[in-house]
């Protein structure tokens, strides 16, 4: 026995139609999307939008014990310092927060998440598998000469995912630009593990200062840090430019962020990583810097775009309808249907779990959720 859905509104991960019914299993295995003429008896008829299961492509889950500790428009590098001194501060708070967290993911119709770990603090609630995760054991080392030193800490991290998820749910991935050296980069870049990676790219306008111009922000924070040598030398580009020519050609990555991208710095990426995929995280870029990204620049470029809720030391929430309605908020003219195309089809293959999620296509199994006056009913 099938169940079949007429919404007012039905979007395939693709598109937006008005009546059509979605056609399921009682598993919610995706059956078909048929015309109400020919779906035959027992329909259900539903308000609001019927949509896939929500892909959560960027978020630090560990770090959700943050929420409210810091405060808001503090900039990137002040934000940061406090979320290194702060994070250690209530070990005991650190599970449960993990446990809410996820619990209010799955409320909000997020299935699937790619997620920061540069800890193995959450692996206890993700063995539940109640949520699909991509775990991304992130990297971070400043002084170059210790760059194998670094890596083997976070290798025992990655090791331990590896113990509990398939290797393709587990890569080991470098932090940022400005936090992982030279030498430490080449060693990640030839990691054999990593078919996927992720880094946090272009946040704050301190990251071009650095690579372009060798000033601003980091120029201090390095001195602060008494390195006997920078992480990674400017050379007159900006640092994606910088970068990238020590990633495999091709590789398959998540730039997150991307603020301060300029149309060229698209295009140059483009080139080198023809699959990259670019994460969004509004309401993280709003309550860091009160800035948000050339969204309709990116557009313009025709590169795929995803949503990312970053953590909730930098987030209200964890809920991809709220960075949807951040977007609209700032950008009005972008259509709700391309949104929703970033929040599932193109988060589902930015994952590369693009068979199971992301759209309503047969033999699937993404998650049916139900949209309706900004809040999030999940049905399946
Ligand atoms: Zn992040």
Redesign the pocket.
């Known amino acids: 026995m099938y169940k079949k859905i007429k919404p007012a509104q039905l979007f395939d991960g693709y598109q937006l139609f008005e009546e059509k019914v979605l056609v399921l299993t009682e598993r919610g295995t995706i059956v078909d999307i048929v015309d109400p003429a020919d779906a035959g008896e027992d329909v259900e008829v539903l308000e609001g939008i019927l949509s896939p299961g929500f892909i959560n492509s960027?978020c630090?889950l560990e770090l959700s014990h943050m929420k409210g500790i810091i405060e808001e428009h503090t900039g990137l590098l002040r934000f940061v310092n406090q979320i290194v001194s702060k994070r250690y501060a209530d070990p005991e708070a650190i599970p449960a927060a993990i446990e809410r967290a996820e619990a209010e993911m799955i409320r909000n119709g997020i299935v699937a998440v790619g997620d920061?770990c540069n800890t193995t603090d959450t692996l206890f609630q993700k063995e539940k598998g109640h949520l699909y995760y991509h775990n991304f054991v992130e990297v971070i080392g400043f002084e170059p000469a210790q760059a194998q030193q670094h890596f083997d800490t976070y290798k025992v991290v990655y090791d331990a995912y590896c113990e509990r998820f398939h290797p393709r749910q587990v890569s080991l991935t470098p932090h940022a630009p400005y936090s992982v050296s030279t030498p430490l980069l080449k060693l990640l870049a030839t990691f054999p593990g990593n078919q996927l990676l992720s880094i946090?790219n272009q946040e704050t306008e301190d990251e071009n200062e650095w690579f372009l111009n060798s000033t601003g922000g980091f120029k201090a924070l390095y001195e602060r840090l008494q390195l006997k040598e920078v992480p990674v030398a400017p050379e007159g580009k900006s640092s994606i430019q910088t970068y990238s020519p020590y990633l495999p050609e091709g590789q398959q990555l998540l730039f997150?962020?991307n603020v301060f991208t300029t149309a060229a710095d698209i295009r140059y990426a483009l080139d080198r990583f023809p699959d990259a995929c670019w994460c969004l995280?509004p309401n993280?870029n709003y309550y860091i810097t009160n800035r948000l990204p050339d969204i309709p620049m990116f557009q313009k470029e025709g590169v795929p775009l995803v949503l990312?809720t970053?953590?909730l030391a930098s987030n209200y929430s964890l809920s991809i309808w709220e960075e949807i309605l951040r977007i609209q908020k700032h950008y009005p003219q972008i259509p709700l249907e391309q949104m929703l195309s970033w929040a599932t089809i193109n988060g589902a293959r930015a994952l590369q779990i693009g068979e199971r999620y992301g759209s309503f296509e047969k033999g699937k199994k993404p998650g049916v959720i139900q949209i309706l006056n900004d809040t999030i009913n999940r049905l399946y």
């Open positions: 960027h630090h920061i946090h997150i962020h995280c993280a990312g970053d953590s």
